[in-house]
Every structure is written in C-alpha cells, then in structure tokens.
Nanobody, 131 residues
C-alpha cells in the first residue's frame, strides 16, 4: 500500500537550516505529483513546494522562494525539502503529499495548488523556528 513517512523536523533558531525527508513506498514516484505542505496552528494547510510528474515543473510558495528546495530521488524513493534561512513564520507541521491524477499534475504547472486534491499523506513532522 502507499506509504509516506516524513522525518527531519525539529527546533531550529531563526536563520538556521533543516532538511526534511519523505520516504515513499507502494507507488512509482515518477508517476505521481509530490509535494510538501505545512499547517500552522489555527491555519489551513498550505502548499510549500511541489513537483509535477508531467514535466518535472517545480512550484514554490512565494514565501519560501529562494530559501527552500525540493528534490526527488527516484532510485531511493525519497523526497527531500532543504530549508535554509528559516523564519519563525515557517513554524508548523510539515506534510508530504502525493497524488496520481492528471489534474493535480497540471495544477502544479499552472501554479494552482489545492491540498484537498492530494490523495496520500504522511503523518507529518513538526518544525519549530524559535530563538
């Protein structure tokens, strides 16, 4: 069955870095849209970085552009999120999501991301940016 397992969260000071990992199994990573999402207390889940399986297009939220980098290792079935220059507003639970539908892949290319459309989710990993 499809499984997504996140790791790498923790407490970091502002300006610091973290690298999140999402170990995937049960589906061909190349054939699925994959993304990182986050949810802060009292707020809706939001897309942080996504990759379309259609053409490899990357989407990054404006708030993380230039600081976060999504990478995919198909051989290891691993999706990573390198987060640099972290800010307190980056605090939240970070989730890895995957979906195999064409509409989701096309949405990434258009820059239109709706987390509700993603079918598979990991359990999340907490990231706290605080001094």
């Amino acid at each position: 069955q499809v499984q997504l397992v996140e790791s790498g969260g923790g407490l970091v000071q502002p300006g610091g870095s973290l690298r999140l990992s999402c170990a995937t199994s049960g589906f061909p990573l190349d054939d699925y849209a994959i993304g990182w999402f986050r949810q802060a207390p009292g707020k809706e889940r939001e897309a942080v970085a996504c990759r379309s399986n259609s053409d490899g297009t990357r989407y990054y939220a404006d708030s993380v552009k230039g600081r976060f980098t999504l990478s995919v290792d198909n051989a290891k079935n691993l999706v990573s999120l390198q987060m640099n220059s972290l800010k307190p507003e980056d605090t939240g639970i970070y989730y890895c999501g995957a979906d195999g539908s064409y509409s989701v892949a096309a949405g990434i290319i258009r820059g239109s991301i709706n987390w509700i459309e993603y079918e598979y989710w990991g359990q999340g990993t907490q990231v706290t940016v605080s001094s």
